[in-house]
């Protein structure tokens, strides 16, 4: 007999966050050794020199370069965390997992530029206060911002690696620090069967699959060219999906987001009143017409193997990927799966372009996370972490600047995170 | 504060001049409310006085606007009112069209706030988009009560200079201006909320309506190339190596033309793409499968057409619309003055 599966939550809220000569969290306060930072992260010789500070809520501080954004996680006893990258895939999704809650590590450095337009790394901007703090949840979390510089050499798969297994590495460390301290707070996951009469819903959750610097891991393994596949939702919560995703940063999927699943949280939360949480499909995007069908199809049939009366269905970039996201959405419908689309808008700087760039008449329902292309105005900041210079503008970062919402981190987050939405005027 | 100088705009039925028969009556200028404009007094109280109405026939505005809009701009000129209301035409076709002109007319000729309303599918919408707020109501008459009501509210804010809400809320037809707001609830749980109302059947809007796109019919197809002269245009951003013109990645504004005479294929270590919606090694390892320099000239020989000597660049990757409207319109101009017959444009 299956054992039913369960994760235990334990969150350790941190409101204050310094840097200091111990890594220690009393209370809500969490003091950080950059030293051990350093050494911790300097283990890898590709990274040649990391600078370790602290973003608080309410600080004159801009934050650029933002590569990923990641929420502190371990699992006690081995301190597993990041099946794949950091620890085996077995045990992930279940038993106890403690997180720092409210609290992120932001990885930032410049990626190698080899020219190609598209598998690029864009400006991704995180203010923690004045007008560009609205648009980002980050902007709200005690952020511990790591700043990297790379060994001369290294190829782009190289850089990208590093990078992310020094984020993910301190991560763990962070909340290896909560191991032997009583939680604030505690939420036991569970699906249980339910009665059999309530709708059955999946979260069909589209993944950038492009290639380098716009991609998406999976236990590790890079997400390109995948066929569409299921995940348990607690595999989400114990960070089985790392982002490589270093493109729009308003649309993208942070680390930070796939470990918050919000979409699966609504659904967790709602499991056995109005609805019954079937389960998770991943899809990719895939390059040209004949696979984005039979991707689609597949993915429709994923979810018909759960049972899915509903499916909430949420993209990942724009453009092309919308193409894939439209596709899953015709796929499903047509064998009866009702379906609610999660994307964000492209309606230029003015709001007057149409809203999506492809769509089928069966994609009755798509909830909007705003348009990416308006323009926010923000002024002058104190403190600059994360580079010295934007990667696409002229300008001091530290000055006041006009920035597209699609270069604030977390903006319109297609997986439902963030209120941003659109109206028409 | 006194009351504000109103002045109601209506056609020749709600005016009580007649019917059908008499759409054809000249512009006249009544003292008071009439017809729906005692509901229209009722619904302003104390804030307006009704000083005038201005009854005009359908038919004669549709048939002799100019001198329609004289006559108008004369009464509203002698009324000098703070305020006009034109209908509500709700779905009435020359009735919407008369209103919206006649809004925009105050708002736009003669500075006078001004609202009207209509259905919002009624095609006189579009003379007064953007211009004078335009409630939206219902389909007929029956709702005069609701349309007028909600052209007071409309007025309100307009006269007290208040941003409007989206449409939906502040009961106007939009102007199709997408505008970011918050909302009290995160995308994914109004996601599955609105899902759980479709699954069972339940009413739910979408928070981005389909759009209709407009349909350009394709010219008809050259009936031999033969003599003909073509030219390769494209949106895939492939420029001189080093990109010199500084053509954009995305969003273009900018096309250009580059020379083409006496080269056979375009080389990678020559020319390059620059386009942000791609993965750029294929192509600028061979330009020539975006810009099909090599297809052409071995089609040149066997079909008898010549190559334009220049080929056309652009960026379409998230190009506004409008933007791409005027770059087509000034590449069509070059083509035609070029004397070429057919294009062949390749698009990522």
């Known amino acids: 007999m299956r054992t039913a599966r369960t994760l235990t939550l334990a969150s350790y809220p941190v409101q204050d966050l310094k840097l200091g000569g111990e890594t220690a969290l009393v209370g809500t306060s969490l003091t950080i050794s950059p030293a051990r930072v350093e050494a911790l992260v300097l283990t890898d010789s590709r990274?040649?020199?990391?600078?370790?500070?602290?973003?608080l809520p309410g600080s004159s501080t801009r934050i650029i370069n933002v590569m990923d954004v990641v929420e502190p996680r371990c699992k006690p006893g081995l301190g597993a965390a990041f099946p794949g990258w950091l620890s085996a895939v077995a045990g992930t999704g279940q038993g106890r997992t403690h997180r720092l809650?409210?609290?992120?590590?932001?990885?930032?450095?410049?990626?190698?530029?080899?020219?190609?337009?598209?598998?690029?790394?864009?400006?991704?901007?995180?203010?923690?206060?004045?007008?560009?703090?609205?648009?980002?949840?980050?902007?709200?979390?005690?952020?511990?911002?790591?700043?990297?510089?790379?060994?001369?050499?290294?190829?782009?798969a190289g850089q990208d690696e590093a990078i992310r297994r020094a984020t993910l590495k301190v991560a763990r460390e962070l909340a290896a620090v909560t191991l032997e301290l009583p939680p604030a707070e505690e939420v036991t996951y569970t699906l249980p069967e339910?009665?059999?009469?309530?709708p059955r819903v999946v979260h069909m959750c589209e993944l950038t699959t492009f290639g380098r610097y716009f991609d998406t891991s999976l236990y590790g393994v890079s997400t390109q060219n995948i066929f569409p596949t299921l995940l348990h939702p607690f595999d989400f919560f114990d960070g089985a999906l790392v982002s490589g995703d270093y493109h729009y940063a308003g649309q993208r999927n942070p680390t930070y987001w796939y470990q918050n699943n919000p979409v699966a949280k609504?659904?967790?939360?709602?499991?056995?009143?109005?609805?019954?949480?079937?389960?998770?499909?991943?899809?990719?995007?895939?390059?040209?017409?004949?696979?984005?069908e039979r991707s689609a199809r597949h993915a429709a049939r994923l979810a018909e193997l759960l049972q899915a009366d509903g499916a909430v269905v949420t993209a990942a970039a724009a453009g092309n990927a919308h193409i894939d996201v439209m596709f899953v959405t015709r796929a499903c419908e047509q064998i009866g799966i009702r379906t609610a689309v999660v994307q964000v808008e492209m309606s230029g700087p003015s709001g007057e372009d149409p809203a999506l760039v492809d769509f089928v008449p069966e994609a009755d329902l798509i909830i909007s996370t705003g348009n990416r292309e308006q323009i926010i105005r923000v002024g002058p900041v104190e403190q600059l972490l994360g580079g010295e210079r934007w990667l696409r503008g002229d300008g001091d970062p530290r000055h006041g600047a006009a920035l597209p919402m699609r270069d604030i981190c977390g903006s319109n987050n297609e997986l439902g995170a963030e209120k941003l939405t659109a109206q028409v005027f | 504060m006194s009351a504000l100088r109103v002045v109601h705009y209506v056609n020749q039925f709600f005016g009580g001049v007649g019917g059908e028969d008499h759409a054809d009556h000249r512009p006249s200028l009544e003292m008071g409310p009439k017809g729906p404009g005692m509901l229209l007094q009722d619904l302003l109280g104390d804030e307006g006085r009704i000083v005038a109405t201005i009854v005009c026939g359908d038919s004669f505005f549709a048939v002799s606007e100019a001198e329609a809009v004289d006559l108008i701009s004369a009464f509203l000129s002698?009324?000098?009112?703070?305020?006009?209301?034109?209908?509500?035409?709700?779905?009435?076709?020359?009735?919407?069209?008369?209103?919206?002109?006649?809004?925009?007319?105050a708002e736009q000729?003669?500075?006078?706030?001004?609202?009207?309303?209509?259905?919002?599918?009624?095609?006189?919408?579009?003379?007064c988009r953007g211009i004078a707020l335009t409630a939206a109501t219902g389909r007929t008459a029956a709702g005069m009560r609701d349309g007028m009501a909600a052209i007071v509210?409309?007025?309100?804010?307009?006269?007290?200079?208040?941003?409007?809400?989206?449409?939906?809320?502040?009961?106007?037809?939009?102007?199709?201006?997408?505008?970011?707001?918050?909302?009290?609830l995160t995308g994914a749980e109004r996601a599955v909320t609105a899902l759980l109302a479709k699954v069972g059947g339940r009413p739910y809007r979408t928070e981005i309506p389909l759009p209709a796109y407009d349909r350009v019919p394709p010219p008809l197809p050259l009936a031999s190339l033969r003599g003909m002269r073509l030219a390769l245009v494209t949106e895939a951003s492939v420029v001189p190596r080093g990109n010199p013109d500084r053509l954009e990645s995305a969003r273009g504004t900018k096309w250009f033309k580059y020379p083409l005479e006496g080269l056979q294929d375009l080389a990678g270590e020559a020319y390059q793409t620059v386009h942000g919606g791609f993965a750029n090694a294929i192509v600028n390892a061979d330009p020539d499968r975006a810009v099909p320099l090599d297809a052409m000239r071995f089609l040149e020989q066997s079909e008898g057409f010549s190559l334009y000597d220049h080929f056309y660049v652009t960026t379409g990757m998230a190009t506004p619309i409008a933007d791409s409207l005027r770059i087509g319109q000034e590449i069509a101009r070059d083509l035609q003055q070029a004397g070429v017959n057919g294009v062949l444009l390749t698009a990522t």
Do not use: W
Request: charged share 20%; with cysteine.
């Open chain 1, 47 to 55: 990274i040649q020199s990391v600078q370790v500070a602290v973003a």
């Open chain 1, 266 to 292: 609504e659904l967790l939360a709602r499991h056995g009143q109005d609805l019954h949480f079937a389960g998770c499909v991943l899809f990719p995007v895939c390059p040209d017409d004949p696979s984005k």
């Open chain 2, 153 to 184: 509210r409309l007025a309100r804010k307009r006269l007290a200079g208040e941003p409007l809400g989206p449409a939906d809320e502040d009961g106007y037809i939009p102007t199709q201006v997408r505008k970011n707001t918050f909302h009290p």
């Open chain 2, 109 to 127: 000729g003669l500075g006078i706030p001004a609202v009207t309303g209509m259905y919002p599918e009624n095609p006189g919408f579009q003379f």
């Open chain 1, 194 to 198: 339910t009665d059999g009469n309530l």
């Open chain 2, 78 to 105: 002698e009324t000098a009112p703070d305020l006009v209301i034109c209908g509500p035409a709700f779905d009435a076709g020359r009735y919407g069209y008369a209103c919206a002109k006649v809004a925009a007319l």
């Open chain 1, 101 to 156: 809650a409210n609290m992120a590590v932001i990885a930032t450095g410049r990626l190698l530029d080899d020219g190609d337009s598209f598998l690029s790394q864009q400006d991704a901007v995180i203010d923690m206060s004045g007008e560009g703090a609205a648009f980002s949840p980050f902007s709200r979390t005690c952020n511990l911002v790591l700043r990297f510089t790379l060994a001369p050499g290294l190829d782009p």
